[in-house]
């Protein structure tokens, strides 16, 4: 007999003393075993409370059974020891403790294997619950296990766990019993919602929008392409912010935009933060210098939080020096926004050196511009450069990749065509200029789908929707920029109707205006300042409130000329010390003033008193807040009236808003700042109190009501008007000129802000008449020029912008229809599937069913909590609903979209606390299979018992995955007309019910089941055939065109960098650029690694569920 004998004084592991062994025996005189089983034959235990022998582990080798003995409660421990078994003696500690170890292993008591292992994916028995244990032991008779649930640990008995169900077969499910039609439901959400399905639309109606189909083409566009940038670039007044916001809410229910940052012009900063939390709940917090400081240092030292939603300005962002500290090492964002971005677009400036290191924090980024080119086809190009930069790495590059859109774009105007033959179709499809995207073009499945579809002698309405879905995805741009224009979107749109409120004044106040002028004129020559820019304020007072400006003049108050706007190209501050006093014959003409006599205010009452009396609500603007008070204080008694400024605060403008929408208020007295963002588009009457100098502020006024969704035919704008005063003459005259009372002006904006330097100098009033309508007409004369410069660029333009794009016609029919998005009632269900997981009361869904109240108890509020942990949610965004739920107050949440946007009721949603802890409920196990009722919706499906089978299909690399679904009637043919629709619409409108009646007695279900999987499996393999032949084509170009921009770029890194060494620029320029450089070698090198792996595209598989379906009429 060989081996050892050994003695280590350890207590607490003997785990480091063991080694796998078969043959090796382990007792541990103690009640409490770690997980040890694994590496011995046979382990048992002991309770000896006064074990004889020293504290520690003894290894007895050498014999024909090896023995350990584990004694962590003995007596005092000694120094370790060891000896050959060979030569030890009857008395030596090591033989007594030999002796001691074999009598308890006689006495001692087996422990049981354990059932499961650790990371072993478990259930708790009494909940359905899927646990992982991290970890188990032996302990008093029994095994017990250590799991995590919503953030906690705790030891789970082995007796209250069973083993999960590894059952993927679809044949197996349908023999087993089936389940609950409600539980089966909550299943399939829960996998729509973890699996972020790209043919699911997440953000339809789970916002405060009207909906409206074409806001969505950025959504679908990024969903159907898998492309993460961006161009939205529809023209003025169609909601590119909405837009943009959808995307956010849509990437923030699939768990893609935890860090964000929004970047706008300045004055904007107010309409972002409030139009993201009024129609989407989205919080933004906004980085003055001293907050982009902190977060440069934050990301610098790895802190940056896991969740955050920046807004700043791009005036702060351009002159903010950690920008360019930041190349080498740029933050990395799920999302960046940039509004006006064709602020950007000239090469050279600040903004575009700023748009150029920003593109480098995210891959996702989304610009919005309503005028990508301006004045040049080049402005188109400079953005692209910036979004897309390894797509267009020159002018020349996008007129060249852009050739093959002309065939295209002949093609999609012959579909509608009744002219049109096939080979008109198919010639014009032909006609494909030679070039490497051509080549690249014809070699795809898709042109091959298309060229078959247009060679049909005639097309149904199914194949023209087919047919403009492909052209637009062959579109070289169409991934790149979407642009809707008014005229495709908005077949009623209401008229302008222009009216002027001319006003006459008084003797009296004729003569107070021209002192008061006078007063102005001695205020702007003591500032050493024109009168037109020094005194704007006062200036525009008097014209907008006389009696206003009469106070100021006795009470001499500066505070009283100050404005509710902003515009930093046209005001000056003006110090009080250098103010001067008003003179003595104009403080004489304020006091023969009458303080009831104000001539303008005699024009307004009755035009408010026309529009009450039809039950029109009208929208006031001034400029200034005590114009404001004036009116309110004037009009309050007879009207019933709301004022918005920029000191009401955002709940007390929300309630404004909400009032004014439900009738409540019959006029709101508004200035510009309150007004930004806000959509009046129930409203049909503005009333300009003043008229701004810049004739952009007219056309955002007028815009507040002019947008989408005017149930009126026509608008009033009324102007007031007074020949008199020095500006609203010359404003009124340049109004006029621009015709911006009979349609929208947007796209002038860059061209009229240009000009407004030429046209304030025809706000002297020392000019006679005749020398400022000079001034007027040299001003007018260059923007009617460039107008017409710009018509002719647009016009030439058309391919580039609008092509084919997206095809959302129909899309709020066809959502419902298929069942393609996750439905308020969906998610009620959800939770109260989750509330009894959890023994809570549940929900209530009103009468009307347009809300839903739900009551939770503290196991619900403790999986809220968790959120602050699993998915870095702030405590500020689930407190407030964990604290409701744990006191069991009830809460009430909107299930109906036009509900949660007129009221103050939260919207259920995909991205709400409640939904995100309800899908993360571990280990409610999974339904495979369930008998269920529903009533068509569509009379276009069939009636009958059908076998529906729903199966998840992952595409790699992509990393994106769709819901497939398939069904099949009682007979086993394959249904075509869409009964897995009724299914996937049933579930998200919340009507799938348990049939009245035995649905499924005689049926083959098992044959039914394969067949229906077979329908799958032959889509399976058709569409990797399809991805593959698409790879095929599109590798090679790609190859190449990378290489060449690589090569391009890093020419032109290199040249920057020899010129900035020969300016003499300092070393931390030089190092920016050497990052850039070293980036551009990295991105290269990412991108063919990622073009190997695109080069064999694959698709898996996975059964999910299997449903035999009652469709009803």
């Not at 440069?296 to 030292?301: A, F, S, W």
């Not at 409701?884 to 946007?901: K, N, T």
Request: proline share 5%.
């Amino acid at each position: 007999m060989t081996g050892e004998f050994r003695y280590h004084p350890a207590s607490d592991d003997v785990r480091a003393h063991l080694h796998s062994d078969e043959r090796a025996r382990l007792v541990v005189i103690d009640t409490r075993i770690d997980d040890v089983v694994d590496h011995v034959r046979e382990a048992r235990w002991l309770d000896v409370p006064d074990a004889a022998v020293p504290s520690g582990v003894y290894t007895f080798d050498g014999l024909p059974e090896p023995l350990v003995l584990f004694v962590p409660l003995g007596a005092p421990a000694t120094d370790g020891d060891r000896v050959d078994v060979t030569g030890i003696t009857e008395d030596h500690p090591l033989a007594e403790a030999w002796r001691w170890a074999e009598h308890w292993w006689e006495a001692a008591t087996p422990v049981p294997a354990p059932k499961y292992r650790v990371n072993e994916t478990v259930m708790q028995a009494s909940s359905g619950m899927e646990l992982t244990p991290a970890r188990r032991q032996f302990a008093h008779g029994r095994w017990t296990y250590r799991v995590t649930v919503d953030g906690s640990t705790r030891w789970e008995p082995e007796s209250g766990l069973s083993p999960t169900e590894v059952d993927d077969d679809p044949e197996t499910w349908v023999t087993q019993p089936a389940a609950d039609v409600a539980r089966f439901a909550a299943t399939l959400t829960r996998a729509k919602l973890q699996g972020r399905f790209t043919d699911t639309l997440f953000s339809f109606r789970a916002t405060r929008t009207i909906f409206r189909p074409y806001q969505f083409k950025p959504v679908m566009k990024l969903l159907q392409t898998g492309k993460d940038r961006i161009l939205i670039a529809d023209e003025v007044g169609l909601g590119k912010t909405i837009e943009a916001g959808l995307v956010w809410t849509e990437m923030e229910a699939r768990g893609e935009a935890d860090r964000v940052l929004v970047v706008c012009p300045s004055s904007l900063l107010g309409k972002w933060e409030e139009e993201m939390e009024e129609r989407f709940g989205l919080e933004l917090d906004e980085l003055d210098m001293a907050g982009l400081e902190k977060f440069k240092t934050r990301h610098l030292e790895g802190r940056l939080p896991r969740r955050f939603r920046y807004i700043t300005s791009l005036e702060r962002l351009r002159t903010w020096q950690g920008l360019d500290l930041l190349a080498e090492n740029p933050p990395d964002l799920d999302l960046v926004i940039v509004d006006e971005a064709h602020t950007m677009r000239n090469a050279g400036t600040k903004s575009n050196h700023t748009g150029s290191l920003l593109q480098a924090w995210s891959d996702a980024i989304i610009f919005l511009t309503a005028t990508p080119i301006n004045l040049r086809q080049q402005d188109l190009y400079n953005l692209l450069e910036l979004l897309v930069p390894e797509d267009v790495e020159s002018f020349d590059d996008l007129l060249e990749a852009l050739k093959p859109n002309a065939a295209l774009n002949a093609v999609g105007r012959l579909l509608t065509d009744p002219e049109a033959t096939a080979a008109d179709r198919t010639a014009a499809l032909a006609d494909l200029p030679p070039s490497p995207r051509s080549t690249y073009m014809r070699g795809r499945p898709d042109f091959a789908r298309l060229m078959e579809l247009v060679a049909q002698p005639s097309l149904a309405p199914t194949d023209v929707v087919e047919a403009r879905r492909l052209i637009a995805d062959l579109n070289t741009l169409s991934t790149v920029i979407t642009r809707t224009k008014k005229s495709e979107v908005d077949e009623n749109k209401a008229t302008r109707s222009a009216h002027w409120q001319e006003v006459v004044w008084t003797d009296a106040e004729r003569t107070f205006y021209r002192e008061y002028l006078e007063w102005c004129q001695a205020r702007a020559d003591a500032a050493e300042m024109p009168i037109y820019f020094s005194q704007q304020m006062p200036l525009r007072l008097a014209s907008a409130c006389l009696p206003m400006a009469r106070r100021a003049v006795l009470d001499w108050s500066p505070a009283l000329f100050e404005s509710d706007e902003t515009d930093d190209a046209t005001v000056a501050e003006i110090s009080p010390s250098r103010l001067v006093e008003p003179h003595r014959e104009l403080v004489e003409a304020a006091h023969a003033l009458d303080t009831h006599v104000d001539s303008k205010f005699d024009q307004l009452e009755p035009l408010v008193a026309q529009l009450a009396a039809e039950g029109r609500r009208a929208l006031l603007f001034t400029f200034s807040r005590p114009t404001l008070a004036y009116l309110e204080n004037r009009l309050r008694g007879r009207y019933r009236v709301a004022v918005l400024h920029g000191g009401v605060d955002r709940r007390a403008r929300r309630e404004v808003m909400t009032d004014f929408r439900a009738g409540r208020y019959d006029i709101v007295l508004a200035s510009k700042v309150a007004s930004e963002g806000l959509d009046f588009e129930f409203c049909s009457a503005i009333i300009n109190y003043d008229l701004p100098w810049n004739p952009m502020e007219i056309e955002q006024r007028i815009g507040r009501i002019d947008r989408i969704g005017q149930a009126e035919s026509k608008m009033l704008v009324a102007s007031f008007h007074n020949e008199e005063t020095i500006d609203e003459r010359i404003v009124a005259r340049v109004l006029d000129r621009i015709r911006i009372f009979e349609d929208s002006i947007g796209a002038l904006e860059p061209i009229v802000n240009e000009q407004m330097k030429t046209l304030m100098h025809a706000f002297d009033w020392n000019l006679s008449e005749a020398e400022q309508a000079r001034k007027i007409d040299q001003a007018m004369t260059a923007i009617e020029e460039q107008k017409a410069g710009l018509r002719d660029v647009a016009d030439a333009s058309t391919a580039l912008l609008v092509g084919n794009d997206v095809d959302v016609s129909g899309l709020e029919d066809e959502l419902e229809r298929s069942g393609r998005y996750v439905g308020q009632f969906e998610l009620a269900h959800l939770i109260a599937d989750w509330a009894a997981t959890d023994g809570a009361p549940g929900i209530a869904i009103s009468p009307d069913r347009t809300s839903v109240s739900v009551r939770g108890n503290a196991e619900m509020a403790a999986r809220v909590q968790a959120l602050t942990t699993t998915t870095g949610r702030s405590r500020a965004e689930v407190d407030p609903y964990a604290d409701r739920l744990r006191a069991g107050i009830e809460q009430h949440f909107a299930l109906d979209q036009e509900l949660a946007r007129a009221g103050s009721l939260d919207l259920l949603s995909a991205t709400h606390p409640l939904v995100i802890a309800a899908t993360a409920v571990p280990g409610r196990k999974h339904v495979r299979f369930t008998h269920a009722s529903t009533r068509r919706h569509d009379e276009s499906i069939p009636t009958g018992t059908f076998l529906v089978a729903l199966a998840r299909a992952a595409y790699a690399p992509r990393g994106e995955s769709e819901l497939w679904a398939t069904a099949v009637t009682a007979q086993g043919r394959h249904d075509t007309g869409g009964v897995e629709s009724a299914l996937l619409a049933a579930l998200a409108r919340g009507d799938l019910r348990a049939p009245s009646r035995a649905i499924a007695d005689g049926l083959p279900m098992r044959q039914l089941a394969a067949r229906a999987m077979s329908h799958l499996h032959d889509r399976h393999a058709r569409r990797i055939d399809e991805l593959q032949a698409d790879a095929v084509a599109q590798a090679e170009l790609r190859r190449q065109t990378l290489d060449e921009q690589h090569e391009r770029k890093m020419s032109s890194i290199m040249r920057r960098i020899a010129t900035a060494r020969e300016r003499g620029v300092t070393a931390g320029q030089l190092k920016g650029f050497e990052g850039m450089r070293r980036k551009a070698e990295s991105r290269h090198a990412e991108l063919q690694a990622k073009l190997d792996l695109e080069r064999s595209p694959s698709i898996s598989l996975e059964p999910i569920a299997v449903c035999v379906l009652e469709v009803t009429a």
